[in-house]
């Protein structure tokens, strides 16, 4: 298979120290033109889906909280009905590995469609690109512009330009705090101009990235900053779907009028526009074949469809499509490397979410006294002495009850008499265990503390401790 | 040939931008674990507030691991010039 890390070169045949100096020279500014089409569409929707949610998911209000806040400050993370402390922070490391084998699965099925419509990188190079148009005008608008020496004009319009990009940066920035601090409450502070010195720092550094990423760097940081875009070939193979030309279509190239017969001149059907380089926004010429920095956003299908319906000839001289679709060969859908990432997804998410219905929302740690290991108390018993925290992850207020094995005759001694434990609540409780040295087999015994709550006994844990004695 | 050396960017780049990422991957298992208001750095009960600690421990993290990013660098792009000692004074 052709593997699109191996990056053909770019702008015709150089040598190899070619590429590689033009890898490293100043990167010289892409104008990507406006595109019409169904993909423009679907990214659009795409864009605007993913930043609707993006803004507008922090103000949403569920049971009384916050939808969706990983509430740093406090240690808890809101999604939804869903709330997770510290201690589960086992389902946040499966959700990661889920996400990431879902882009492996997508990828290996439908290639880098992540890339073109999904990842943020795209999404906010995207709106700064609408904002960038809308001020500037066309790419031609834009070019003859930053040709021009600086005047009142230009300085108008790049001033407006900055000001709308930073204003909408600020904005991003804003919002990404919130999804960590309490977003209401975050802003009636940002308001009263009574920002803490950390949400202040890290709304201007969130600001900032948002706009040297999608103001400044854009296809660089596919370029030279994504891993994603480094290692998805290896999820490549020749079932996987691509942005391709058909070069046995369209070659050879050449221009020629609408009227010609392209038989007659020799000629393929592209004819040679270059409007498939101008629109890509990573700048490259998708006719030399698939290449690592292609993001398979798909304007160039869409320039070119317009041009070919234009011409007169069938559309899909560049199109989304299988290296064995191209060969002539079928295109397997169900094939083994699919059928593993599914299997793998499917089962992690099974366990994931049995896992998940099984968890016990209550929580409890055992901390040993750490000054003595034992004390003898006036009858004679040995005692140890131990701070007990309890979590209720309910969303209900319980009562429990708390006991102990492990050693006969063992007993607990604590000072509260009742254990009650608010929802979202945490308890330290000192407890002293007590026993007969005679029941003392060794320096050391394991005791089991038991924690069962009063009103459902399906909320109960239990915790391995240690009882010192002086054997 | 100055120009066939990386530039600076691209040095910062490959030096800040994985460190940052493993940064934020180290910060998040660092403080699951560890809640800021139970530690104690050098013996001392902080006023800061856990964001603060947060952000710090994440700064922290980043300069550490940027660390390690320059010595990697370093050391791969000395070994390129002992390798090919023309590339530095072509």
Not at chain 1, 86 to 91: L, R, S, T, V
């Amino acid at each position: 298979m052709t593997s699109p890390a191996s990056s053909g070169s770019p702008g015709g045949p150089k040598s190899d120290d070619h590429v590689e100096q033009s890898l490293y020279a100043k990167a010289e500014k892409i104008y990507p033109r406006e595109v019409h089409g169904l993909f423009a569409r679907l990214r659009t929707l795409g864009v605007l889906g993913l930043l609707g949610l993006y803004y507008i998911l922090p103000w949403m209000r569920w049971d009384g909280h916050q939808a969706l806040l990983f509430d740093l400050p406090a240690r808890k993370f809101y999604i939804f009905s869903v709330t997770l402390w510290p201690q589960d922070f086992f389902y946040l490391a499966v959700m990661l590995i889920l996400a990431g084998l879902l882009l492996f699965f997508v990828t290996a099925l439908a290639g880098r469609i992540w890339c073109g419509y999904a990842c943020p990188q795209t999404v906010w190079t995207e709106a700064f690109l609408w904002i960038e148009r809308k001020v500037e005008g066309d790419r031609m608008k834009q070019q003859k512009l930053d040709a021009l020496p600086l005047n009142g004009r230009k300085f108008r319009i790049k001033a407006t330009k900055h000001f709308l990009w930073l204003a909408f940066a600020a904005w991003t920035g804003f919002t990404f705090v919130g999804y960590f601090t309490p977003i209401i409450e975050l802003g009636q502070r940002l308001l009263s101009f009574n920002l803490g010195p950390w949400e202040t720092f890290w709304v201007i550094f969130y600001g900032f990235a948002t706009y040297g990423n999608a103001g400044f760097m854009r296809e660089q940081v596919c370029k030279y900053m994504c891993p994603y875009a480094r290692f998805q070939s290896a999820m490549f193979d020749s079932d996987t779907l691509i942005v391709s030309y058909l070069p046995e279509r369209g070659e050879p190239r050449g221009s020629r009028k609408r009227s010609a017969d392209p038989t007659a001149l020799g000629l393929g059907d592209c004819i040679d526009c270059t409007l498939c380089v101008q629109v890509c926004p990573t700048g490259i010429d998708i006719r030399n074949g698939l290449q690592y920095e292609c993001i398979a956003c798909s304007a160039c299908i869409d320039a070119c469809d317009d041009v070919m319906d234009k011409m007169g000839y069938e559309k899909g001289l560049i199109a989304y499509t299988t290296e064995n679709a191209m060969e002539g060969k079928k295109t397997s859908i169900f094939r083994p490397r699919i059928i593993i990432y599914a299997v793998f997804l499917v089962s992690i998410m099974a366990a994931f979410a049995y896992s998940f219905s099984q968890r016990i929302p209550l929580g409890l740690d055992v901390i040993r006294d750490r000054n003595t290991l034992y004390r003898e108390t006036n009858e004679g018993l040995i005692e140890n002495v131990y701070i007990l925290k309890i979590l209720n992850m309910d969303k209900l207020q319980h009562q429990y009850e708390l006991t102990v094995s492990g050693i006969p005759g063992l007993t607990l001694h604590k000072d509260m008499a009742s254990i009650v434990v608010a929802s979202g609540g945490v308890q330290e409780l000192p407890v002293r265990l007590r026993a007969d040295e005679a029941e003392l087999v060794a320096r050391s015994s394991d005791v089991v503390f038991s924690l069962v709550a009063i009103d459902n006994d399906k909320l109960s844990v239990t915790e391995d401790a240690r009882f010192l004695g002086p054997q | 040939m100055a120009e066939q050396q990386v530039p600076r960017t691209q040095v910062c780049i490959a030096v800040l931008w994985p460190s940052f990422m493993v940064a934020i991957v180290a910060t998040g298992l660092f403080f699951s674990a560890f809640d800021p208001d139970d530690l104690y750095p050098f013996g001392e009960q902080t006023e800061i507030s856990r964001t603060g600690i947060y952000s710090i421990g994440f700064l922290v993290f980043w300069l550490i691991t940027a660390v390690s990013g320059i010595g990697t660098l370093y050391f791969a792009m000395t070994n390129c010039m002992r390798r090919n000692p023309d590339s530095r004074d072509q």
